[in-house]
Structures are given as structure tokens and as C-alpha cells.
């Protein structure tokens, strides 16, 4: 198996940092460098760095782009500047998610998409799939290395690895005088940006936003921080059978556009009310820590559902997890139970997200 | 990697430290560190009876559930309230305030089937 897996731009130099290795999605990733609280704590207090170079990457343009685009995805692209971005889900014809992705508009019919490793090949046929002949769309993943640098001290490590370069606002996008592709946006909460340079200089790149400072990250730390945060990780929290408004997405999704796939079913969903909802559940003491697809339970014993995602919350020192409930039992405050090897550990819904960063620069 | 001299340890990682027909359990200093951040530990009832081999506690770190097997058979007689309380004694102190559980083996001899610190060097290098 080990020989189908795909090699990041930059695994040479997560060796030489010292990087503990695992198969992710296909892809041989680090899980960690020295301890997944270490990192996760470095990020919301100085900075990280992690590698998203299994991350694809789409380019579409020509004329009319934006108005194919605004038929593909649920939020509405017309509402990009340039130099914009904004989140968004691509859909099947039954309102549930093939992918969520980042659409970021550089030029008048110009964007840049930002979609999932696993759903790099999925994503890319469902476009071509819809694709007019006006319309280009090329698939680059290959082409480019990423590096998302994320924590309080982000700025400051782009300022001194970029001199005299300018970091985008926030949501924006823009391109270094070294032809790197810079977007300000992240899956931590913390302010920071993504980095992506040619694949073949991504491991120098790497090296020096460490030598600057940043703690180089892995992958375990980067799903306890969005955990934290309530971003959805798409295969767990996000499903094809199970719609933005479910997920409690909707101000992702732009109803009054016009005609776009998967728009019957959102509209209904939003004027009935959804059957089910993601929550977010937090126990409400200590113990083991919840897991995806962990069994949630009534405080009766009924079983309610499975968690989606779960982890221990480095921030808060409980357990932490995001599950699909019937709708009556998602109000905030409801007690639940969930299920760690037959031990029931008591939670309740709270209150998106489970932890708020300090306010942005 | 800090293996004591005084100590037996099992294939899956665990140490035992026998005083009379008393086994102290724990995890070893290798097998904490390629846990890491233990966040939970979940002991086992007092008076249980194990065999060698039988899953007993369970460790847990932010990123995966390890179970914690009985190296010999016995008698749970007491667990360390320390380590559910503060999991990270685990890792920093596997062979002291980290111990998990304590056995009244049925055969102390048994012991001398586990491995000696130079075969669990062996094993982890």
C-alpha cells in the first residue's frame, strides 16, 4: 500500500524536522512532531505551521465563469471582489455535500479553488462533468506545495520571511513578487494565511517559516484546533447524504441567487425546518475522549445518533464533538450521554463554537 | 530511553515492578512517548481477577485508545487515583507517579517469563 501513497512536496523536509509520518488520505502526512498539545497550543498562542500540500487546487476562467460557478456552488460567488474569497460547498442534486472548498475570485472571470486531498479527483470530474465549452477549468494540485501558518504571530512571521510584501485582508487573496499565491483565510480560528509556492520550492519555504519561528505542525493538532472551532471536516461532518443545512452551514448558502444545484432540497430544508442538525456536545465532566462515530445516547438510554467528530479539547480540557440529532433534541442545554466502550459519559449541546480566539489583528 | 534495571516488561509495552506477590503496573518511558499526551486513564475495579494477557486499564492519548493488558495473572488490589485524576503523570513519570494498577499474583515465578530489560532494549531499538 505504502507505495500508492502520494508524497507531499515537502516530506524531505518534514524528515529533516523531524516529523512523525502516517497515511492521510491517500497521502503520507505528519500526524505530529512533538506532541499534538504542544502544537495545538503553539497555535493559539504564537504561531504554526502545517503542511496542505495534499490540499487541490483548481483554476477556472473565461467568460461566464462566475456564472457557471454560481450554478456549481451554494454560496454566491457574485458577492467576490477581486482579491476575495469565501467559503462554500459543492453539492449533489440532492443538496448534500460532495465537497466544501474555499473559492477565491482573482480576476474579473478568474478564480482559484481551494478543495479537499481526498476529493481532489471526485470534485474535478463532477466540474468537468458541467463544464461549457467557454468555460477553462485545470486542475494544478500537482503544481503547487501549501503551507497553512496559523496563531497570533502569523503576521509578523510573513513579514520577515516575506520582506517587503504585503499580506492580503482578510478572506482576500494575492500573489508575492516570488509567484506565490498567498490567501488569508485558515481551519484553526487564529488569524494566518496559506502559502502556496511552486511544489518544488515548498520544502525551502517550509524551512524558513520555521527558522523564523513557526512551530512546525501536524495533522493531529490541525483536527483538535478546527474541532475546537466547529469547522466541519468533510467524510465526517460532512456527507452526501447530509445538506449544509443540516450541518447548520446555511450562511453558506445563498438561496436567493438563482437556480443551483442542489437548491430544491436546501430551500425546502430551510422553510421546514431540518429532521436533523449537527450539535455541538461538550461533556460536562471529565472523561475518555469522544470519537467519531462514538454512539449518543438519551439520558434515558435511547439511542439518538453518533458523533461525527470528537476529540479532547486541548483548550478546554474536556471532551469535545460534533453529532447529527433529531431535531428535538438540539436545543442548547440538552443532556446527553455518549457512549466511550460501554462507559456513558454525561454531555450537553452547547452553544458554536466550543472555543473563541482572541479578536483578530 | 530510560529502561530500568530493576523492572520486567511485556512485549506490549508494559513494566512490572514485583515486592513479595505484589506486581506494580505501568506503561514504559518508549511506549509513553510514542502515545503521547495521555489525557485519560481508565482503571480497573478493585478485585477484579486478570489473566496474563487480558486487557485491564486503558490509556488514552488526544489521538488513539491503547488498552493496558495484564502482564501476569492475579488480583487487582489497587489502583493509582493519581493518574486519573492527573494523566499526564503517565508521561511524566511512567515508572513512578505513573503506575496504574497493582496485582497479588497467583504465581510469582510467572514474572520470569517476561522479558528482561536487555530483551525490551531489543525490542524497542
Known sequence: MSDLLKRSPLEAAHVELGAKLVP?????????????????????????????????????????????????????????????????FLLNGHGGVIDDLIIYRTGESDFFLVVNASMIDEDFAWFAKHQPESIELRNESELWAGMAIQGPESAALFAAVCPGETLPPRNGISKTSTGAIVCRTGYTGEDGFEFFSPAEEGGE??????????????????????????????????????????????????????????????????????AVKLVALQYTDKGAPPRAHYAVLSPEGETLGELSSGVHSPSLGTGIGLAYLPAAWT?????????????????????KPFYKPAPKA | MNVPADLRFNTSHEWVRLEGDIATVGISDHAQEELTDVVFVELPAVGRAVDAGDPTAVVESVKAASDIYAPIGGEVVEVNPEVEANPALVNTDPYGAGWIFKLRVKNAADVESLLTPEAYVAQIS
Open chain 1, 331 to 351: 436545543k442548547i442545554g440538552t443532556e446527553v450521554r455518549i457512549d466511550v466502550r460501554g462507559r456513558q459519559f454525561p454531555a450537553k449541546v452547547v452553544k
Open chain 1, 24 to 88: 492521510f488520505a491517500g497521502w503520507n502526512m505528519p500526524v505530529q512532531y512533538t506532541a499534538i498539545l504542544d502544537e495545538h497550543s503553539a497555535v493559539r498562542t504564537k504561531a504554526g505551521v502545517f503542511d496542505i500540500s495534499h490540499m487541490g487546487q483548481f483554476l477556472v476562467s473565461g467568460e461566464g465563469a462566475l456564472e457557471w460557478l454560481n450554478k456549481m456552488l451554494a454560496n454566491n460567488v457574485a458577492k467576490l471582489g477581486e482579491g476575495e474569497g469565501q467559503y462554500t
Open chain 1, 205 to 274: 519555504w517550509l524551512k524558513k517559516f520555521v527558522a523564523a519561528g513557526a512551530k512546525p505542525c501536524g495533522l493531529g493538532c490541525r483536527d483538535s484546533l478546527r474541532l475546537e472551532m466547529c469547522y466541519p471536516l468533510n467524510g465526517n461532518d460532512l456527507a452526501p447524504d447530509r445538506t449544509p443545512i443540516e450541518a447548520g452551514l446555511g450562511f453558506f448558502v445563498d438561496l436567493e441567487k438563482g437556480d443551483f444545484i442542489g437548491r430544491e432540497t436546501l430551500a425546502k430544508q430551510k422553510a421546514e425546518g431540518p
